[in-house]
């Protein structure tokens, strides 16, 4: 009798289960431990792949809006912004200087078919985003700021929201500024008053 049967009568004898009966069962085990041990190990080289990625985009990223050409880059650019600026070096959009009632300015981009209205968001979006760079978020009641100041052109105040900014011979480079009036219940137009003291986002601070 070789060894294995031996082995085998032995286990009998004792009311135990033979040992090679325990072999398929055994391999079956160490398997499946195999299979989930390189599945998790496949995940885990997964993510760290995917990590990296970002990581090195991030970083190739940051390296970008470093790079003085492209200093008029939001530092969080949204799409909107990068398909704006694109437009701007292809002739498709306009840069416009606003001055505020500080006699300190900054540039928007707008497309060259864009509205008073649109002219008004980008300014909005850029003054959050300074008051955000100086002084952390800060809640600024635009509403007040329109009912309260209007964009003029020449002294051509810009009072139509929905007329696209060429109406009022508005074109790349051109300059608007802030021009303090309130707006007529009746009427819902601007009108002139009194220059009074400057709206907070609209001050120096800015």
């Known amino acids: 009798m070789d060894g294995v ?5 032995m286990s009998a004898a004792l009311g135990l289960a033979r040992p090679l009966d325990r072999l398929p069962h055994f391999a079956a085990g160490c398997c499946s431990e195999e299979m989930q041990s390189g599945s998790k190990t496949e995940e885990n080289v997964g993510y760290s792949s995917i990590t990296a990625k970002k990581a090195q ?3 190739m990223l940051s390296a970008l809006l470093d790079d003085p050409i492209l200093s008029d880059v939001p ?12 437009n701007l070096e292809l002739g498709s959009a306009m840069k416009i200087s606003v001055t ?5 300015s900054f540039d928007v981009a707008v497309l060259n078919s864009a509205t008073v ?11 959050n985003e300074i008051e955000q760079a100086k002084m952390g978020h800060r809640h600024i009641s635009w509403r007040h700021v ?4 209007c964009l003029a052109h020449h002294n051509e105040k810009l009072i139509d929201d929905n007329c696209m900014l060429t109406e009022y011979g508005i074109h790349n480079n051109s300059k ?5 009036c309130v707006v007529s219940r009746a009427s819902q137009k601007h009108s002139k008053r009194k220059k009074h003291r400057f709206f907070h986002g609209l001050s120096k601070r800015t």
């Open 5 to 9: 049967a031996r082995c085998n009568d």
């Open 57 to 59: 985009l991030q970083s």
């Open 75 to 86: 530092k969080k650019p949204t799409l909107a912004d990068v398909d704006t600026l694109i």
């Open 100 to 104: 505020k009632m500080d006699n300190t």
């Open 117 to 127: 209205k649109d002219l008004k968001l980008a300014i909005r979006k850029k003054i």
């Open 146 to 149: 329109w009912a309260n100041f």
């Open 176 to 180: 608007v500024h802030f021009f303090p």
